[in-house]
Antibody, heavy 123, light 108 residues
């Protein structure tokens, strides 16, 4: 079964850091471009960022609200992708999903979602 | 960023009713539009991609249409299991995909 499982969410104070992990199974992970999407009370569903595969340079892209604070990395030997979140703000509170697009397409059609991990930023 | 505006934000309809949701993009996105269904406590599920193509296994009472900036999602005969929030999402401006604000569908 193809699945994504996130972990690492929790309660953190404003200005703090958190590292989310996503473990993939049932797919050729090294070829996959992986994306993080969040669902927040303020903005609903919001694209966070993406990391390309190693053969595509592991290039990363980020949404404007998180650029410079969040970073995405991957470990293909463990079928894992990570979201390092620094300088967290209260508006970062929400559910964070690891996702994957339909393969062999131009991208942007999300066919696989993890179950999500909850991040709460509060003092 | 391309802004996606959905309307209405919520609706209430009877079982068997035809339900229509509108989604407008802030600029031309050709047909690069998806529709997702999110049931309470669940993750979003892809229903329609490329504006009008039904994902495999999705009931035929769901349909989508439109191109450019104006799109429509329709449930031809609302069923109790369709209670959910529906989201449109553009993927014209990759990788910067954006979602609409959602439409919550309830049974009257």
């Amino acid at each position: 079964e193809v699945q994504l499982v996130e972990s690492g969410g929790g309660l953190v104070k404003p200005g703090g850091s958190l590292r989310l992990s996503c473990t993939a199974s049932g797919l050729i992970f090294s070829n996959a471009w992986m994306t993080w999407v969040r669902q927040t009370p303020g903005k609903g569903l919001e694209w966070v960022g993406r990391i390309k595969s190693k053969v595509n340079g592991e290039t990363t892209d980020y949404a404007a609200p998180v650029k410079g604070r969040f970073s995405i990395s991957r470990d293909d030997s463990k079928n894992m992708v990570f979201l390092q979140m620094n300088s967290l703000k209260t508006e970062d509170t929400g559910v964070y999903y690891c996702t994957k697009d339909r393969p062999f397409t131009r991208g942007g059609v999300i066919v696989l979602w993890g179950q999500g991990t909850v991040v709460t930023v509060a003092s | 960023d391309i802004q996606m505006t959905q309307s209405p934000s919520s609706l209430s309809a009877s079982v068997g009713d035809r339900v229509t949701i509108a989604c407008q993009a802030s600029q031309d996105i050709t047909k690069h539009l998806n529709w997702y269904q999110q049931k309470p406590g669940k993750v979003p599920k892809l229903l329609i991609y490329d504006s009008s193509i039904l994902e495999t296994g999705v009931p035929s009472r769901f349909s989508g249409s439109g191109s450019g900036t104006d799109f429509t999602f329709t449930i031809s005969s609302l069923q109790p299991e369709d209670i959910a929030t529906y989201y449109c999402q553009q993927y014209d401006d990759l990788p910067y995909i954006t979602f609409g604000g959602g439409t919550k569908v309830e049974i009257k």
